[in-house]
């Protein structure tokens, strides 16, 4: 998948533009959107708005998903996964002797030495 600003997005940006601007007198006073300039206007400056539109929020899901990328770079970080194993000498009994200390692993972000 190619990134979206390889993509070719054609629209009029005064189209767009003036789009919006009837959003804002709308978004002010409802009885804007009774008006017939203003129907006109957003009748024929939709389809440029929606490309535009479209534009802005795929520029921003690219921007969002690099984001997500260098945080998921550092949570596969070695450090971050890698185990903590820790061998304890053998407690002098006789299985512990045969087999070894016990041994104990933890994740490396978990800390039980702070108090609940």
């Not at 929020?57 to 260098?70: F, H």
Request: glycine letters at 4%; proline letters at 4%.
């Amino acid at each position: 998948m190619q990134p979206f600003e390889q993509l070719n997005m054609s629209y009029n940006i005064w189209n767009a533009v003036a789009y919006e601007i009837t959003n804002l007198l709308i978004n002010h006073d409802v009885r804007w959107e009774l008006n017939q300039w203003v129907q006109l206007i957003r009748k024929h400056c939709f389809l440029d708005w929606v490309e535009w539109k479209t534009e802005r929020t795929m520029k921003s899901v690219d921007k969002q998903i690099g984001e997500i990328k260098e945080m998921m770079k550092k949570e596969d970080d070695a450090k971050y996964v890698t185990p903590i194993i820790i061998e304890h000498k053998p407690d002098g009994s006789r299985a512990q002797d045969l087999l070894g200390g016990t041994l104990e692993i933890k994740a490396p972000w978990f800390d039980n030495s702070q108090p609940k």
